[in-house]
């Protein structure tokens, strides 16, 4: 065991599947030399070499296009894209393209391929560095969306997605790059997708979120204790394929659900998980479903801290639905 | 200081429109290969006669025609190993049908029933075969030119010796998947080969509206990639210059673009009406430069064709196509399972719920009244 | 008053709003000589020429990138987009740029443009000529969305969206182009953004749509009000700003929510509109809030007819929200 | 049949690295705006290294600068009228001040206070003047080219005779709005210029890596446009590679796209650390072409510059930049109110709504603690 940050574990997942598999290859921006922007492929050229690290020209559609025929051919590439709000240039490659060679072939033609960006705030990045539209993501079938919140999730499921036989979308909570460490097994190991994670134990309310907001949640939920209010925090870590099943059960249990996200809140993920619990257990709610989100703006750089749901607006809700 | 950047504009010809072949430029293919190249030049061409007919009787939904550029697909394919990769759009049935595959298996997916490779997922004319090294072609222009660059790097690591090659329009060129594979072939020398069948039109739009450049093989200059243009009705041409840029590549010389100069003889598609942007004159013009003729002429002038011959291959050719016709369309479509499947590897909970629905609505294995 | 399509509809209303203000400028594939691929635009370069009437290579992202330009100069244009499907290789210009220039430039900037698209299902176009992903443009901040589904709402709607000052998304239901004809007033009207229309009065359930799913909607009621159900049919007409007041008074006078669309299920704005219900209606709710829409599965060339909606899905779902 | 295309990989110089010149290049701009222009230099450079502090400090949260590059937008912007439209990227203060928008009004910005024109909404040097017909700029990469293109357009459409430029990188080149804003130029002969600062780097990537072709400037041959190579550190250049591109543009000739080859001293920006990816002995080597230097021998050598007007000039720049950023960190933040405006020009009821939420729980014109 060794304490990393997410961002070391994200490094690590890297290095231990490139040890593993020579058919991962990493494509990106900046990922060779400088290791990164954020240095998640720190040191990795090295190991590897520049055939492994691919450096890409500025191009988001042919990082993602490329890759997307590598995926073809059998190789397991994964792509870094420098800033979720930079994807769009290449969003065409992952809706028309890579989600849908599968299908389109009737199964003849797969791409395994994992397509890795930091998103959503905390590191004043203004407008363009901050957004969390994973909202885009998850309404295409035939991707998956992976968020994890911990250093230990980021590794398990970082490989997980690597060896994933679909295309995997992994957003890394870049607010949460830095932010602690923890204890994460070295080699091999991983956390499945598709299962969320009782991230804290409650009864009154559920509050269901994934990435950095997790966080947020788990402070509100303390605070919450300390009013006697007892908080379930359950972190999705896999937006799509949903875990249905923890959903509803800690619903059913506590009967009061709250999603929190850092997304333009109209439009957004919470709502589908909002739509998910009104269609299959109304009957239990005993209070409004709460969603808790960014604004309907776009992500501002002077009031980033306002944009982004706070433990006290969430224990705020915590209290209103408790005390509907 | 002072560099100097050239290209020619010039269009690589070996035969004339009667077929008249300079000796010179003549490429060296094996009689039986000229014969097979010219049956698969006139299948695509009577298999697109025979489908816009069952297009306009409503047997099938729509069809998307070669007619005119048949020496384009056929020509380069030709100079191709089988385990090249290919990329395709939508005019190049000759590409698989030369490789090998089937008309029965091309007409499976334009009735899209159960044996079609696409499990009926796509409109006609998106013709895949793994089988044959033939990727799955989209509707969306010219997205699988990053995915052929991707396939070529891939395979120059794997160090298997094969290139990929990917077929586009003179419209494609504009977009900017064209402009991504393009860089990225020139930067990691990939192995792969780009060809665009300009044939004039990108549905209405004239090529000369499509860009102000005055050819489309010079766009490879911005990439630092060789480009080619040719005859794209002059099937032997189209086999040279192919030929030498799959050797380049081979060697590890890198990339090429190649512009094939063509012509559709028909609508864009089934949907279209080509009297709104073309005048019948220019058609008429085009018609005398028609690829299948001046092959016929090259081969009876070669001495290895003739009347007989031709009539017994378009008999063939026709029985074959109409058999296929009938095989094709009697088999049933894709149970409605299949509307869930190949959408992830494993089908997840939500997929197995809307299929469960589906099929307590519409019952089991149905295939459609 | 003159009987159109909504086809023609549309045409009417660029062409009325061209000979009313020569800042209304055209732009997109094949717009010209052939008058679009759908005829949406037929005549009208010989009317006004080919300065106003522009034909454009194949490339969204010109097309609309151009286009905000000219907004931005002070122009109106009106980008046409030949299919929704193909939208994504201009997706960053709305996302990164259209959509968030007044807010970024403090408002010094506007764009006042609109970018007409057919989308959905109807016409045997398969995986790539079919498709709904409405949900990713109700998730963008300075964007409007607006969808007619009749002929005078779609002339009406284009009027006013060509003289709004934001960025308009304007979806054309193709299944609906050539489906009916209606009395459409002739030069000048509008409909005003952000209203929806009560398409139907009922009692007992709300029928929220837009786009083709309203005339299924309205088929289904129909058939429900034979056994004895009177259902109320929504048309939303506007989908961002939705007008909530609508939606609430009829979910309030009714108790009972069905959404009803084409899109993918997963993530779509149906989910959206139903976490608004959840949110602040969900006490008189005496059903769960049912969605019904497209599979989460590529859009079927083969399956079309499954695919889509029918009545007979939308009158069980009427069946099993009443009977609950 | 046969076209030669060809290009002058030459790079356009007036002046050497000392500021020798040669009198038969030399442009016609009166010696009061070769002050000005050598004054804006300055300016830009002494207000890097204070903002670089600031961002140090924490005063400021980012910083990304132009130093080494001033010749590029000064020189080009002086040779526009300000009446032209300009599209800039991030490395352009240069031309915001040339236009006579203040140093203090860019403080406004890097603070985000109220006074700043975005409304405190972007990043450090996003700086846009609608009063000097300045574009607001975005942090994706490119896409105000095809917006640059529009706004040409638009201008020639009304006649006014104002043209556009756009200001991009070398990695910019790459990006696929740069293929389109270069295509529709072309096609629409629009009357706009694409200015390309090659400063050798996007972020990591050195040029040569970005594309496989030996100039940025060839890639105008694929758009059937001019393309023209200029010393980016020569400012004297740079105005009359501009001017000429301008005198085209004006004269109904279309766009020219314009390569300056530059360097950036320092990092690409203050989360950058340039050692990673390039050696000193480069930065050295680049020092000797450093523009300002240049300039300054330029205007000693034509007898209108001398020491005590450089001491004279720096304090004056000094004094007005501590100033300014004296007065603009002064200044609130725009009003909590401000997230919600300019989303729409009316403001929706969802907007309303999480607008009267927030003021209630941070009170009326909150400013922050
Ligand atoms: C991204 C995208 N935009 C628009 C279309 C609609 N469309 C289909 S084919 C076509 C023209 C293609 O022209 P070209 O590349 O010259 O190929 P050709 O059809 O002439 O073979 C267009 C605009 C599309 N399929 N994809
Ligand atoms: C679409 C997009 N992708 C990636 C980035 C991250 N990024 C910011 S600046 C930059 C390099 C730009 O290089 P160049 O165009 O040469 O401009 P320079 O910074 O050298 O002036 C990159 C990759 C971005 N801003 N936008
Ligand atoms: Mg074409
Ligand atoms: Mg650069």
């Known amino acids: 065991m060794v304490a990393e940050t997410l961002l070391q574990a994200v490094n690590d997942a890297l290095r231990t599947e490139m040890e593993a598999d020579d058919r991962v290859v990493l494509i990106g921006e900046d990922v060779g030399k400088d290791g990164g922007v954020f240095r998640a492929t720190e040191g990795l050229i090295n190991t590897f070499g520049p055939e492994r690290v691919m450096d890409a020209p500025l191009n988001e559609a042919g990082i993602i296009g490329v890759a997307t025929g590598m995926a073809m051919y059998g190789m397991r590439p994964v792509a870094e894209i420098q800033f979720m709000d930079f994807i769009y240039p290449g969003f065409d490659q992952i809706v028309s393209e890579a989600s849908k060679i599968r299908y389109r072939s009737g199964g003849t033609y797969t791409v395994p391929m994992v397509i890795r960006t930091p998103y959503g705030g905390g590191i004043k990045g203004g407008i363009y560095h901050s957004q969390s539209t994973e909202a885009y993501f998850t309404h295409l079938p035939g991707v998956k969306v992976v968020s994890p919140s911990t250093p230990y999730d980021a590794k398990g499921l970082l490989i997980a997605s690597i060896r994933d036989p679909d295309v995997v979308i992994f957003l890394e909570p870049k607010r949460v790059y830095r932010s602690f460490r923890e204890e994460v097994p070295e080699g091999d190991y991983t956390v499945p997708l598709g299962k969320a994670k009782t991230a804290r134990k409650g009864k009154d309310v559920t509050l269901v979120s994934y990435g950095a907001s997790v966080h947020t949640c788990i402070q509100a939920a303390e605070e919450a204790s300390r009013e006697g209010i007892s908080a379930e925090v359950i972190d999705l870590r896999t ?4 875990d249905i099943e923890t959903l509803l059960a800690s619903v059913n249990r506590t009967g009061r659900l709250i999603v929190v996200n850092e997304a333009n809140k109209f439009g957004s993920f919470a709502g589908e998980i909002s739509a998910l619990v009104a269609e299959r257990a109304i009957d239990v709610l005993s209070a409004p479903i709460y969603r808790i989100s960014g604004f309907d703006t776009p992500f501002s750089y002077t009031w980033e801290s306002v944009f982004m749901p706070d433990a006290a607006k ?4 915590i209290r209103k639905a408790v005390n509907y | 200081m002072e560099t100097k950047l050239r290209m020619d504009a010039a269009l690589f010809q070996v035969m004339d429109n009667e077929g008249n072949f300079d000796k010179e430029l003549e490429p060296e293919i094996p009689k039986d290969r000229l014969i097979r190249m010219y049956r698969v030049m006139q299948t695509v061409r009577m298999f697109e006669n025979i489908a816009m007919g069952l297009q306009r009787q409503g047997r099938i939904g729509f069809y998307i025609g070669a007619g005119g550029q048949e020496a384009c697909s056929v020509g380069s394919t030709a100079a191709l190993k089988d385990s090249d990769w290919i990329f395709p759009a939508y005019r190049e049935p000759g590409a698989l049908l030369l490789r090998g595959e089937t008309v029965l298996q091309l007409f499976h997916q334009l009735f899209g029933n159960e044996n079609d490779y696409n499990k009926g997922r796509q409109m006609p004319n998106h013709f895949n075969s793994r089988d044959k090294n033939i990727a799955t072609p989209s509707s969306p222009i010219a997205t699988q030119i990053p995915h052929a660059v991707g396939m070529a790097i891939a395979a120059k690591m794997r160090k298997t010796g094969d290139i990929a090659l990917t077929y586009f329009g003179d419209g494609a060129t504009s977009e900017n998947d064209f402009h991504s ?5 020139g930067i990691f020398d ?8 300009n044939n004039g039109y990108a549905i209405s739009l004239p090529t000369r509206r499509q860009t102000r450049a005055e050819t489309l093989a010079q766009k490879a200059i911005a990439y630092g990639i060789p480009g080619e243009r040719v005859d794209g009705n002059d099937i032997l041409a189209v086999y040279s210059v192919t030929r030498k840029a ?10 090429t673009m190649i512009e094939a100069i063509t012509y559709r003889i028909g ?15 220019e058609v008429d013009e085009w018609m005398k430069k028609e690829p299948i003729r001046r092959m016929r002429g090259y081969l009876i002038k070669k001495g290895i064709w003739n009347d007989d011959k031709e009539k017994e291959l378009l008999e063939e050719i026709d029985a074959e196509i109409r058999s296929a016709v009938k095989v094709a369309e009697g088999i049933a479509k894709p149970p409605i399972e299949t509307i869930f499947e190949n959408v992830y590897e494993e089908m997840p909970w939500h997929l197995k719920e809307q299929m469960e629905e589906t099929v307590s609505r519409y019952g089991k294995n149905y295939r459609g009244g």
């Open chain 2, 190 to 197: 990939a192995p792969v080969i780009m060809f665009c069948q």
């Open chain 2, 181 to 185: 594979g393009m860089n990225f072939a």
């Open chain 2, 267 to 281: 609508p864009h598609s089934s949907s279209d009406d080509p009297t709104k942007y073309r005048d019948k004159s």
């Open chain 1, 314 to 317: 969430v224990l705020e809700y």
């Open chain 1, 239 to 242: 937006l799509l394929p949903i």
């Open chain 2, 246 to 255: 799959v050797e380049r590549a081979r060697k590890g010389g890198g990339p």
